[in-house]
T-cell receptor, first 112, second 114 residues
Framework: QKEVEQDPGPLSVPEGAIVSLNCTYS??????FMWYRQYSRKGPELLMY????GNKEDGRFTAQVDKSSKYISLFIRDSQPSDSATYLC????????????FGQGTRLTINP | NAGVTQTPKFQVLKTGQSMTLQCAQD?????MSWYRQDPGMGLRLIHY???????DQGEVPNGYNVSRSTTEDFPLRLLSAAPSQTSVYFC?????????????FGEGSRLTVL
């Protein structure tokens, strides 16, 4: 069983929809939670990060962490065609970026 | 701003051949790492380095070798290529490698082993 599970999709929604992307994990030592966005034929880039449980909002993006359920989510409001990409969740314990564990990634398409 | 530069972008090898994937960063980052990305598997850590002269193994190190002689460069060597090493390889760097040490990725090197 993988430490981090993410539905690979693909997920296709109309422009303007609210998108929900999710990951579950099994390692209770994870404390730092990140979402990376990867456009086609490009490297991943950091979109958001959170520490421990709670919500964090940045513009149209909201990241949620529920450590009791070992579940994290990324919400995209008013989705745009430019949001079409693969979204990867990533998480780590105290070692942070040295030992990031990634989910499989969810391929998202926003249709105009 | 160059960031993280990987070469080559594409490579085809025959089984048993060796090659080196090059990675260079111009951000003076101490931490550098190599990942491979395969369909349905996400990104998996191969090797990483927390500074010049220091390297360590990640999740899938077998068949790969690394060294770190300078802060800027972190090459990945395939000793005897196998079809199972067909993948997209990403080099990444971070200022600290610690909590919230944001990883900056290169654009990837696509390797096919026949």
């Amino acid at each position: 069983q993988k430490e981090v599970e993410q539905d690979p999709g693909p997920l296709s929604v109309p422009e303007g929809a609210i998108v929900s992307l999710n990951c579950t994990y099994s390692n209770s030592a994870f404390q730092y939670f990140m979402w990376y966005r990867q456009y086609s034929r490009k490297g991943p880039e950091l979109l958001m990060y959170t520490y421990s449980s709670g919500n964090k909002e940045d513009g149209r993006f909201t990241a949620q962490v529920d450590k009791s359920s070992k579940y994290i989510s990324l919400f995209i409001r008013d989705s745009q065609p430019s949001d079409s990409a693969t979204y990867l969740c990533a998480m780590s314990g105290l070692q942070g970026a040295q030992k990031l564990v990634f989910g499989q990634g969810t391929r998202l398409t926003i249709n105009p | 701003n160059a960031g993280v530069t990987q070469t080559p972008k594409f490579q085809v090898l025959k089984t048993g051949q060796s090659m080196t994937l090059q990675c260079a960063q111009d951000m003076n980052h101490e931490y550098m790492s190599w990942y491979r990305q395969d369909p349905g598997m996400g990104l998996r850590l191969i090797h990483y380095s927390v500074g010049a002269g220091i390297t360590d193994q990640g999740e899938v190190p077998n068949g790969y070798n690394v060294s770190r002689s300078t802060t800027e460069d972190f090459p990945l060597r395939l000793l005897s290529a196998a079809p199972s090493q067909t993948s997209v390889y990403f080099c990444a760097s971070s200022y600290s490698g610690g909590p919230y040490g944001e990883l900056f990725f290169g654009e990837g090197s696509r390797l096919t082993v026949l």
